[in-house]
């Protein structure tokens, strides 16, 4: 009776090589996990975590607005502005990026093989190395943040600009072309009006993943609420620390549920 | 006759909307540019600056590569060990905030405000606050690569969870299977492929990211790009550039090669 139930149902065959894989995850954990160094961390370490933990939930409250100069709410702006300014740019830019790195918009695989190239390269390139760049051509500050912001995001934005310029319907454009309109025409009146709240919405998506970004640039000293940040952890203010944390909280959060509720919209 | 003709044509749809949204939007970058101090004139002096760093960027200096080969391994393995620890935290975690899974809102809705929460926070301010906590090295840039992705593969996850065919899960249930029986053969096989390519696309994203922790004293790399610009050696950072971006295109193709496969 056992046996035919066997017979029935057969257990999905599996592959041969199997174990190989496995031996070779295996080495690469050891090698990885062998290498890493368990001493060195400090004693003060469970202390200090307190003291981060109770200064997020006793913040500095007289931080978040003080009469003269640096204090929260004018970092929380000064980071605010400088991911609007970075995504404005950006979007600006990758726009012939986009239409040159989209295979239906070009007449050779080469062009469109080139531009996503680029738009790659530039996707790699951390926007922290770029801002780094940025602060030694227009000294340290916010516009080098701004500058390397809006830099970096053109190989996201153009990527995703050229899926939405590759996915849009040809129909709008034949039948532009067959009215004998040029191509200027087309590009106002078939292509615009498809790609545009596709645009529209990866450049909001974009701009919740500058906000991020623009926080971390102030470490290098590239403007923003890092900068802040990166003094109180050093001189050990941790009530500071834990005010600076909870602003980065509260606003990325309402910025993503904003941005969120506007994407929902549009597509 | 033409006056008819006219009244039956629809309206064209106000453009107030537009207008008001075009005027706040150049108000909020008038705004911005203040704030920030931008000025393009600044841009334009700025620019012989840059050149000259590019200039002095190339060509980069080759011999370099055997000063940071070690540090790259370091943060290849910082990323490893960080993902993997990521992952291995991620799952109950995605479990918590499945609804079809977790059936009760008063769970499910707090697990859910607690990951957004996690993934307010990027990932270098993470490692500056774990280097404040456990002191300089390849530790804290590793725990902080683990919280952020608990914080990515999670949602990724929950998100996967929730799509599965609830078919097996019933049919499990109704023959009498517990929880953990419930979940090891209705869950798991319908889920293990986009886990896997998730926990994949988070190593990417994570090598990426242990590159740069460096800057605050986190392990790998980014350490040397301090001490390269800090010397004013700009073909040595130029040569830690290329090198990440090979080791980071390598990764990348031979990852999207196996999510290819696994989906």
């Known amino acids: 009776m056992m046996n035919s139930w066997h017979d029935r149902v057969q257990k999905p065959k599996k592959s041969r090589y199997r174990w190989l894989i496995y031996v070779a995850l295996v080495v690469v ?13 400090k004693e003060t370490a469970g202390q200090i975590s307190r003291a981060i933990l109770t200064g997020i939930f006793s913040p500095d409250w007289d931080y978040v607005y003080l009469p003269d100069g640096e204090d929260l709410l004018r970092g929380l702006l000064d980071t605010l502005a400088i991911s609007i300014l970075g995504t404005v740019i950006s979007t600006i830019v990758c726009v012939p990026f986009a239409f040159w790195a989209a295979i239906n918009m070009s007449n050779s695989r080469w062009v469109s093989g080139s531009g996503k190239m680029v738009l790659s390269f530039i996707r790699t390139f951390p926007e922290i190395v770029m801002a780094i760049l940025f602060i030694k051509a ?3 500050g916010s516009f080098a943040g701004v500058l390397a912001l809006g830099l970096h995001s053109v190989g996201m934005l153009g990527k995703l600009f050229a899926d939405e310029v590759e996915n849009m319907e ?3 454009v034949e039948a532009l072309i067959a009215t004998g309109a040029n191509r200027m025409q087309i590009l106002w009146f078939a292509v615009i009006p498809q ?3 596709g645009f529209l919405s990866y450049t909001l998506y974009r701009f919740e993943i500058n906000v991020r970004s623009a926080t971390i640039l102030g470490v290098i000293g590239a403007g923003g609420i890092g900068t802040p940040l990166i003094f109180a952890l050093s001189s050990r203010n941790w009530d500071r620390v ?4 909870l602003g980065i909280i509260v606003m990325i959060t309402i910025i993503d549920m904003i941005s969120g509720a506007i994407r929902k919209k549009l597509v | 006759m033409n006056t008819k003709v006219e009244l039956r044509r629809p309206k064209a749809p106000s453009r107030f ?6 005027i706040i939007l150049l108000l909020l970058l008038w705004g911005s540019a203040i704030q920030t101090e931008s000025s393009f004139s600044e841009l334009f002096h700025g620019l012989p600056n840059m050149l000259d760093l590019l200039r002095e960027m190339f060509p980069p200096k080759w011999s370099y590569f055997d000063n940071i080969f070690d540090a790259m391994l370091e943060t290849i393995r910082m990323a490893l060990v ?8 991620a799952i109950p975690v995605a479990l918590l905030c499945a609804s079809n899974l977790t059936k009760r809102g008063l769970i499910y809705y707090p697990a859910r405000f607690i990951l957004n929460l996690i993934r307010t926070i990027p990932d270098l301010l993470l490692a500056a606050i774990f280097v404040a906590i456990f002191g300089l090295g390849p530790l804290p840039g590793i725990f902080a690569l683990t919280v952020f992705s608990v914080g990515l593969i999670a949602k990724l996850t929950y998100e996967a969870l929730e799509t599965i065919d609830q078919g097996p899960i019933e049919a499990m249930t109704s023959v009498g299977a517990n929880y953990v029986q419930v979940f090891l053969y209705g869950v798991i096989p319908q889920i293990q492929a986009h886990f896997a390519s998730y926990v994949l696309y988070t190593f990417e994203i994570n090598v990426r990211a242990a590159a740069i922790l460096g800057l605050v004293g986190a392990g790998g790399i980014g350490h040397y790009y301090e001490i390269t610009l800090g010397f004013l050696e700009y073909d040595k950072t130029s040569m ?8 980071v295109l390598i990764i990348d193709y031979i990852s999207s090669k196996l999510r290819e496969k696994l989906l």
């Open chain 1, 195 to 197: 790609v545009l709240p």
């Open chain 1, 29 to 41: 954990y050891i090698w990885a996990f062998a290498g890493i160094p368990y001493h060195g961390i």
């Open chain 1, 138 to 140: 227009v000294g340290p």
């Open chain 2, 240 to 247: 830690i550039i290329i090198f990440t971006l090979v080791i």
């Open chain 1, 170 to 172: 040809h129909g709008p």
């Open chain 2, 82 to 89: 960080g993902t993997t620890l990521g992952a291995i935290v």
């Open chain 1, 242 to 245: 834990g005010i600076i944390l």
């Open chain 2, 17 to 22: 909307k537009h207008y008001l949204t075009a």
